[in-house]
């Protein structure tokens, strides 16, 4: 149950009749707050990441307006503030070199300002992660409320997904399947409406990990963005977060081990991102929570996925809600056993189970019964191997199946320029059964790890009919992505991780099932080769070079951990608490 009320973090602010509070009060009422306002009521932040550069979020003032009236009706007082808005659509080159940026923004505004607790507007990828570290190292009370999914993407009378259809059309031009016309018409069709992308990107995966985690309200994963239930929802999260500051209920009480638990298993029911793995480590570090690879292991494995969303199935977001959303996926987990922890603590006060217990589902295509499911397993596999010692990650309900215990020899680019430069040769020694491997787009190499682990297959097979190959490397990929690819092997080559040793004609052994990722070469051979490459030119002159520029690129090269550490830089991990700074005058 949630603790006795405290003392307001507020009141150290506002609540003083000296000097400091004078200063406070008077500077707050220039914006025409009336005296009554700094009576003690509960200071709720509104953490907003709109930006017009971040087009998933650009709707987000319209819904910061209604989380002001769900503040202000239930006797708190509404503060919105910026934070860096790091979309994925625009930002070079990768949001994912600004997530722990956009942290630190966040818990620095949060800890240094009179905030009792906080809406997280998120929507975009990385604003889901980025804003719940960065409140999750001050520990305040903390509810995510996100902007929600486009409306379906329709081309040619047929429903496309966002990002997904990027990839196929994509394919399908390179092939002389469509032409360029046919390519560049899709682009009106595919994004129709304000929101993130529709399908079970990483954007909706975090969200269902928001949900999932109980730092959200129920159904917040999956309304869609212009549905009037998404301003509803937004009001009401904003009430909630008054209470929730008068009864202390912190961060830390949520996001627990098990907590984690229980969103590693929705992940495979639901067909969620690879990118999951990531985020969720690096939320579990910030709020003290150890949390491992052999965990997605150990609690996913045997998770049926359940849910037929692109791009492992059929439907799109849209579907999803009609169909009954996150908590109809809930409720069906726990009838079967299959939800670890349903007595955890969700932000509304009542245990993740109590909120979903008598969830309706109304769509036994979109949110399949457990003895029909789209995929047996659909847990996140972990690999390890001479070229993984650290682990690297594959989703086997975007892969091809026959591929998933597969045997081949390597084409080897050295970064992402060679393998732009060398993929469309006509004279590249690649056929269906070779292994594609891109080194050094790690999160030291790119830098960032940007999501281009997803390569584009050669023209000349895609000419052919080839539609998936094994790729491996050490960078990331979207989730609405599809496709047999290994991402974020650990650690990178930009490191001085095996990846970085393996050549042209190498054998690669990629066995699902085991859990197993072997380059075939002696463990003697190995040595030699990484001894050989102390001094990998292109990747050495790249990271001197972005060094040499210095400003964050500079400190983030300096500090980011591997992928199986979460990416957070090292001076982050950990939770700083929400004491009040000294005073400023």
């Known amino acids: 149950m949630p603790d006795a009320p405290k003392k307001l973090r507020s009141a150290q602010w506002f609540g003083p009749a000296d000097k400091n509070g004078f200063m406070y009060r008077s500077w707050m009422k220039n ?26 979020n650009a709707h987000f003032r319209k819904i910061a307006e209604h989380v002001k009236r769900g503040i202000s009706e239930a006797g708190g007082f509404p503060v919105e503030f910026p934070v860096f808005s790091n979309g994925e659509s625009n930002l070079r080159p990768t949001a994912m070199l600004t997530r722990n940026l956009a942290s630190m923004d966040v818990e620095e505004a949060i800890r240094g300002n009179p905030i009792d607790a906080v809406v997280l507007l998120t929507g975009c990828d990385k ?13 305040i009370p903390a509810i995510v409320v996100t902007g929600g999914p486009m409306l379906n993407g329709k081309l040619e009378g047929r429903d496309i997904g966002s990002g997904t259809a990027v990839w196929q059309l994509h394919e399908s031009l390179k092939a002389g399947e469509i032409n360029l016309h046919q390519f560049l018409a899709a682009e009106g069709g595919m994004s129709r409406s304000a929101g993130t992308c529709n399908t079970m990107g990483t954007a909706s995966t975090m969200a269902c990990m928001a949900e999932a985690l109980g730092t959200s309200l129920p159904h917040n994963a999956a309304i869609p963005a212009v549905d009037a239930r998404r301003y509803v929802l937004a009001q009401m999260s904003g009430a909630r977060a008054v209470a929730m500051a008068r009864e202390g209920l912190t961060l830390s009480k949520i996001l627990t081990r098990e907590a984690f638990e229980n969103a590693i298993r929705v992940n495979a029911a639901i067909g969620g991102s690879t990118n999951a793995v990531i985020h969720l480590k690096a939320i579990a570090g910030r709020i003290g929570v150890e949390l491992e690879l052999e965990d997605w292991t150990r609690i996913g494995r045997g998770t049926p996925t359940i849910v037929d969303l692109m791009p492992s199935g059929r439907f799109l977001m849209e579907e999803f809600y009609y169909a009954g959303g996150l908590p109809a996926v809930l409720r069906r987990l726990g009838e079967a056993g299959l939800l670890p922890h349903p007595g955890a603590l969700t932000v509304n006060g009542h245990t993740l189970w ?35 010692p650290r682990g690297a990650v594959l989703k086997p309900s975007a892969a091809t199946p026959e591929l998933l215990q597969h045997r081949g020899r390597a084409v080897v680019f050295e970064d992402f320029d060679h393998y732009k430069q060398r993929i469309g040769d006509e004279s590249l020694e690649v056929d269906a059964s070779s292994v594609l491997v891109m080194k050094n787009c790690g999160p030291r190499g790119y830098p960032g790890m940007a999501e281009v682990g997803n390569m584009g297959l050669p023209p000349k097979l895609l000419r052919q009919g080839i539609k998936d190959m094994v790729r491996i490397s050490d960078a990331r990929m979207s989730g609405t992505a599809y496709g047999t690819v290994v991402l974020h092997v650990a650690p990178e080559a930009a490191a001085g991780g095996p990846l970085a040793a393996v050549r042209d004609g190498d054998w690669i052994e990629l066995d699902c099932e085991a859990g197993r990722l072997h380059l075939d070469i002696s463990d003697e051979e190995l040595a030699a080769r990484l001894a050989s490459l102390s001094a990998p030119a292109a990747a050495a002159e790249a990271l001197a070079a972005t060094k040499a520029r210095g400003g964050y690129q500079r400190l983030y090269i300096d500090h980011v951990l591997q992928a199986d550490e979460g990416c957070d830089f090292d001076f982050l991990v950990g939770c700083r608490g929400s004491e009040v700074p000294r005073h400023s005058h």
């Open 31 to 56: 914006q025409g707050i009336p005296d009554h306002e700094f009576d003690g009521r509960p200071i709720v932040g509104i953490c907003n990441t709109w930006s017009e550069l971040t087009p998933c």
């Open 127 to 139: 604003t889901t992660p980025a804003l719940l570290m960065g409140a999750a190292s001050c520990d």
């Open 354 to 388: 109590d909120n979903v217990r008598e969830a309706p589902s109304y769509d036994d295509e979109v949110i399949r019964p457990l003895d029909r499911p789209l995929m047996d397993d659909g847990s996140i596999r972990i690999l390890r191997g001479n070229l993984s």
